[in-house]
């Protein structure tokens, strides 16, 4: 029986490089010149912690992520942003956690796109992927099309394709 795993999976290689690049351009530009900007990557964690003097810098430094990452096909979809944290004197500090694996809430939502659209097919949440299994290759493309479509919180990807 042919299936595919739906997944949430953000490419953490691209991630660090667009950090990376992130970093060299604060300490490249004038405006940031004399300024506790500064960016890092916990791997582990999967988050993306951003320091500065205040929330415009926070800002400008978040927007030079957010390009570095659409210029690596990172999707910002991926970004979940923390709220700002003030950490001592006029500093503040914001994390930023990446997205892995669908949440609970999703892979319902994803499971009730599907059951509604009346393709012949069914869907079970196994962990952070939504496995998807049909009788014909057809109904399956068809229902990847659909998730695309209507899935538009979260940068799904379809793989584990199997005949």
Known sequence: MPTFDAVLDP?????????????????????????????????????????????????QVRDILTNKLTKRSVDARFLDIGKVEKIGGDKVKQTITIKAGIESELSKKIQKVIKDSKIKVTASIQGDTVRVQGNKRDDLQATMALLKKEITEAPLSFNNFRD
Do not use: H, M, P, Y
């Open 11 to 59: 490419n953490l290689v691209e991630v660090r490089n667009a950090v990376d690049q992130t970093s060299k351009e604060i300490g490249t530009r004038f405006d940031f010149k004399g300024t506790s900007a500064a960016i890092e990557f916990k791997e582990k964690e999967k988050q993306i912690i951003i320091l500065g003097d205040s929330d415009f810098q926070l800002d």
